[in-house]
């Protein structure tokens, strides 16, 4: 698949979702679908902002490092697309259950910040000793 391709994909199944996540909105009782009007909301909301992020986040890579190999920056991408998706969505459901406390944040940012960290060494050469 060529970058232009995984551009196109990307752009039309975010939008698609986007537009999915409007009918959730819009169309669906939170007080009387009960547990699944939530999980679609958190569901076409969280998988949203991550093919925003994940696009906006390879387009900046591309633009400030255009000698980067383009698979590398497309993953790094939607990897941290991924974690600040999981922030959010994560921030947004313990506040609907009444957890969310300035700390608990800090955590989740924390936590996300060791992810990002783990992969980052991983992919570090190591020096051979």
């Known amino acids: 698949m060529t970058f ?4 196109l ?4 199944g975010t939008g698609a979702v986007w537009v999915a996540f409007a009918v959730v ?3 669906i009782d939170p007080t009387r679908s009960g547990t699944l009007g939530f999980v679609l909301f958190y569901a076409t909301f969280g998988l949203s902002i991550l093919g925003t992020f994940a696009i906006a986040g390879t387009a900046v890579r591309t633009h400030f490092h255009p000698e980067d ?6 993953a790094r991408a939607f990897r941290q697309a991924l974690l ?3 922030i959010l969505i994560g921030s947004m459901m313990l506040s609907a259950a009444g957890l969310f406390r300035p700390w608990t944040g ?3 940012v924390l936590a996300a910040a060791l992810v990002e960290l783990a992969f980052l060494a991983a ?3 190591r020096s051979g000793a």
């Open 84 to 86: 600040i998706s999981a």
């Open 123 to 125: 992919g570090r050469p």
């Open 69 to 74: 190999v383009v698979s590398r920056q497309v």
């Open 4 to 7: 232009r391709d995984y551009l």
């Open 9 to 12: 994909v990307m752009s039309a």
């Open 106 to 108: 800090v955590l989740l």
């Open 25 to 27: 909105l819009l169309g």
